[in-house]
């Protein structure tokens, strides 16, 4: 568990139920999931941060991966009533503290996210960087 120095916010580790998860993500508009879907993500995820105020889910993150080569940041939701007091930037930080603590000793490994368009500035101060580089290419994904 870990203390935000904002509003009071509590970290919790792997915490999270199917409907606090649907529940969010309805709460910022994100698409639709089915139960099942839902269930299954949360299920084979690696590590998951719940941020409450209070008992109030606020917000949340989640890293999915192998552990070893690459982990990828996914689900960083935070509620409207919540955002812009520090509360992302938690979430984000435990994310990133417990995939470190995964690294093992003398390697190095990819930390990856898709983020929102709008969002990058948020994710350059906490060291991401966008793609393409001069050495890496865009990003890339399908739908299916």
Not at 54 to 77: K, T
Not at 95 to 100: A, G, M, P, R, T
Request: proline residues 2%; positive net charge.
């Amino acid at each position: 568990m870990y203390q935000s120095d904002y509003k009071m916010i509590i970290l919790k580790e792997n915490t999270i139920t199917v409907e606090d998860y649907l529940k969010l993500r309805a709460q910022v508009g994100w698409k639709k999931l089915e139960r099942k879907q839902a269930e299954t993500a949360l299920k084979n995820s690696i590590h998951i941060i719940g941020a409450y105020d209070g008992n109030n889910l606020v917000g949340m993150g989640r890293i999915v991966g192998d552990g070893a080569v690459v982990c990828y940041i996914q689900d960083l939701i935070v509620i409207p009533s919540s955002q812009r007091i520090g509360v992302g930037s938690t979430v984000l930080n435990a994310l990133i503290q417990y995939v470190n603590h995964l690294r093992a000793e003398d390697s190095q490994m990819m930390l990856c996210l898709m983020c929102a368009k709008g969002r990058e500035k948020f994710y350059e101060k906490h060291g991401f960087f966008t793609r393409p580089t001069e050495h890496l290419g865009p990003g890339m994904m399908q739908y299916l």
